[in-house]
Nanobody
Framework: QVQLVESGGDLVQPGGSLRLSCAASGSRFSINTMGWFRQAPEKQRELVAFITRIGTITYADSVKGRFTISRDNAANMLYLQMNSRNPEDTAVYYC??????????WGQGTQVTVSS
């Protein structure tokens, strides 16, 4: 198993910045790909970005140029720097991780609201 705990969600004004963090623990195996997903009210969960252990990154088109994903492998931490926020970014953001033995974990989510 892998436990994931997100933090950093908040209410921000449009155009503002916010950084989300995700702490991973509990796995005896290395964590390969880590990512952020989000789910807005009455919408399906969607990929925001993911990063492999060696640093290969993929972003959803909707966040390219505004969000930056990063990770600290030694600390088992994942981050999402969100800039130029707009109301369409309002959602619950979930951390996701896949271990080398095939286990996939999800965090409980952190609420991000963009509103003036």
């Amino acid at each position: 198993q892998v436990q994931l705990v997100e933090s950093g969600g908040d209410l921000v004004q449009p155009g503002g910045s916010l950084r989300l963090s995700c702490a991973a623990s509990g796995s005896r195996f290395s964590i390969n790909t880590m990512g952020w997903f989000r789910q807005a009210p009455e919408k399906q969960r969607e990929l925001v970005a993911f990063i492999t252990r060696i640093g290969t990154i993929t972003y959803a088109d909707s966040v390219k140029g505004r969000f930056t994903i990063s990770r600290d492998n030694a600390a088992n931490m994942l981050y999402l720097q969100m800039n130029s926020r707009n109301p369409e970014d309002t959602a619950v953001y979930y951390c996701n991780a896949a271990t080398s033995n095939g286990i996939i974990g999800w965090g409980q989510g952190t609420q991000v609201t963009v509103s003036s």
